[in-house]
């Protein structure tokens, strides 16, 4: 298959060749990524400047191109005709920390899948935590074999795969889970402080997230131990709803 892989951590990240180690050996793998770290940036896309292309060599040789585009820029290029070919498949990742439940909504990483099905190409955003280890190899791994499976079965292209690995060595994972996305609990605060010319500024962070591990989430199934591989849709319409609202008397 022809697999165009990125990510939100940069193009140097070791998690984005560790993805190119795995597939390269069977797939057309070609890599447009950030030239800087776009971690919580979520679905970001550049319309108000151009944007630069450099090839670039990476750790091990591999060539590669690098943006000063969003992971969702690196996305759109490919897809509007940057490559040769289009890409039959999109991958994000591996990136540097979780991607569950909520936080798809803030992720760089997911939001380059997310390109990818709004431009009409199938992808997988794939996720481990850097705690105890950054196992990126055992996440590229996982993406391997489901690679495999998406070449052989196919996967319609409205469908995004959101996978997370738990940071453990291969065979102490568990196996692999279908799930929904779960509930995470962000417990930021405002930090307000003062700089030397007395004017105020702020940060926002707090402690760790909380995470309900509901059965059949993906916060379960990490906490399980077992890859999660979560399939996500961009209709975000609430269907349960709709006659409700057409009952309310909503004239104009």
Known sequence: ?????????????????????????RHQATIIAPDRNWSITGHNRTMD???????????????AYSS???????????????LPEVPELVVSGVNSGFNLADDITYSGTVAAAMEA????????????????LWRTDVAAAAVARLVQ?????????????NVNVPSLPHDDIAGVRITRL????????????????????????????????EEGSDVAAIEAGFVSITPIHLDLTNHRLLETLRSWDLRF
Request: negative net charge; hydrophobic residues 40%; aromatic residues 4%.
């Open 1 to 25: 298959m022809r697999v165009l892989l990125t990510n939100d951590d940069g193009v140097n990240s070791e998690g984005l060749l560790a993805l190119h180690t795995a597939l390269s050996p």
């Open 68 to 82: 000063d585009g969003s992971p969702a820029d690196c996305v759109a290029l490919a897809a509007l005709g940057f």
């Open 149 to 161: 499976q998406v070449e052989e079965r196919g996967l319609d292209n409205s469908i995004l795969l």
């Open 117 to 132: 099905v709004i431009s009409g190409i199938p992808g997988i955003a794939v996720s481990t935590d850097t705690q105890p």
């Open 49 to 63: 400047r151009p944007i630069r292309v450099n090839q670039v060599t990476l750790a091990d040789g591999t060539l």
């Open 182 to 213: 779960g509930k995470r609990v962000y417990q930021d605060r405002l930090i307000e402080r003062i700089d030397p010319r007395g004017r105020k500024y702020y940060w926002m962070g707090g402690l760790e997230v909380t995470n309900h591990p």
